[in-house]
Nanobody
Framework: QVQLLESGGGLVQAGGSLRLSCAASGRTSSDYAMGWFRQAPGREREFVGTINWNGGITYYGDSVKGRCTISRAYAKNTVYLQMYSLKPEDTAVYYC???????????????WGQGTQVTVSS
């Protein structure tokens, strides 16, 4: 009932910025909290950030805190992840997810996008 499509990934130099988008569709998509996760080869899936259904609550992972901002554009049914001061260790596939609340655990989310690759060069 909820479909998610990430976009905006690509190659960026260390210290640069990038904005990822997640377009949500479905009859009740605006009622869901949204999360961002990332996974690099050989590493576990890592929490990046989350935002609740009306944007009033946000949480961020320790590794990105202070370097990213999550926002929602309800008229466009879209969630954004704006990243700053990117580091090579930020290189990963980034996934957006939808769930019932702004949780830090991947298992709390019900729907997932296909992911978008972010590569940060040194």
């Amino acid at each position: 009932q909820v479909q998610l499509l990430e976009s905006g990934g690509g190659l960026v130099q260390a210290g640069g910025s990038l904005r990822l988008s997640c377009a949500a569709s479905g009859r009740t998509s605006s009622d869901y909290a949204m999360g961002w996760f990332r996974q690099a080869p050989g590493r576990e899936r890592e929490f990046v950030g989350t935002i609740n259904w009306n944007g009033g609550i946000t949480y961020y992972g320790d590794s990105v805190k202070g370097r990213c901002t999550i926002s929602r554009a309800y008229a466009k049914n879209t969630v954004y992840l704006q990243m700053y001061s990117l580091k090579p260790e930020d290189t990963a596939v980034y996934y957006c997810a939808a769930g019932g609340g702004p949780q830090r655990l991947a298992t709390e989310y019900d729907y997932w996008g296909q992911g978008t690759q972010v590569t940060v060069s040194s």
